[in-house]
Antibody, heavy 121, light 108 residues
Framework: QVQLVESGGGVVQPGRSLRLSCAAS????????MHWVRQAPGKGLEWVAV????????YYADSVKGRFTISRDNSKNTLYLQMNSLGAEDTAVYYC??????????????WGQGTLVTVSS | EIVLTQSPGTLSLSPGERATLSCRAS???????LAWYQQKPGQAPRLLIY???SRATGIPDRFSGSGSGTDFTLTISRLEPEDFAVYYC?????????FGQGTQLEIK
């Protein structure tokens, strides 16, 4: 069925790196833009990054620019988020979400269940 | 960056009542690219409304969206028990694609 499944979360020390993955199934992955959205414990949603259908266009929130990198492998139907120089403020559930078009300027129709990243020593 | 401010922060109503949630943008949202999401505890968000007023697939018609420019509203005409949740607006017209801080809709 149509779904997104995130993985790669866990506990990581401050300053270290982590890579999240999002496996897509049930739809033509290489036709849609994909986003990462995060939610700190007990807080609201924060948009993180978007990548276009072919990976050529990427945009980031200021809070992660220069530290996080969004990428995709269309041959594997998988979205990634490489997170470097992690700090306590990055502790959150990270959701991947499918846009309804090939770029970023469209609503998020499909969400994964999220993966928790905890930055702690 | 477009800042979205939602009000009220918490709304206490009873089933059967009408709910009106507000989302105000710091600058005009381009091409009416404004969406509303519902999130229940322990669940991922779910798209309700996009393009200001279009309901997503499977969303009951008691949910409606309206507004333009910088002021937007989500209305739930008659609250059902399953509607009590947190609601977020999002603008997707220009990066960064910001969310509002959310409105908690709770049972009175």
């Amino acid at each position: 069925q149509v779904q997104l499944v995130e993985s790669g979360g866990g506990v990581v020390q401050p300053g270290r790196s982590l890579r999240l993955s999002c496996a897509a199934s049930g739809f033509t992955f290489n036709s849609y833009g994909m986003h990462w959205v995060r939610q700190a414990p007990g807080k609201g949603l924060e948009w993180v990054a978007v990548i276009s259908y072919d990976g050529t266009n990427k945009y980031y929130a200021d809070s992660v620019k220069g530290r996080f990198t969004i990428s995709r492998d269309n041959s594997k139907n998988t979205l990634y988020l490489q997170m470097n120089s992690l700090g306590a403020e990055d502790t959150a559930v990270y959701y991947c979400a499918k846009a309804s078009c090939s770029g970023g300027s469209c609503p998020l129709f499909l969400w994964g269940q999220g993966t928790l990243v905890t930055v702690s020593s | 960056e477009i800042v979205l401010t939602q009000s009220p922060g918490t709304l206490s109503l009873s089933p059967g009542e009408r709910a009106t949630l507000s989302c105000r943008a710091s600058q005009s949202v381009s091409s009416s690219y404004l969406a509303w999401y519902q999130q229940k505890p322990g669940q991922a968000p779910r798209l309700l409304i996009y393009g200001v007023s279009s309901r997503a697939t499977g969303i009951p018609d008691r949910f409606s969206g309206s507004g333009s420019g910088t002021d937007f509203t989500l209305t739930i005409s008659r609250l059902e028990p399953e509607d009590f949740a947190v609601y977020y607006c999002q603008q997707y017209g220009s990066s960064p694609y910001t969310f509002g801080q959310g409105t908690q809709l709770e049972i009175k």
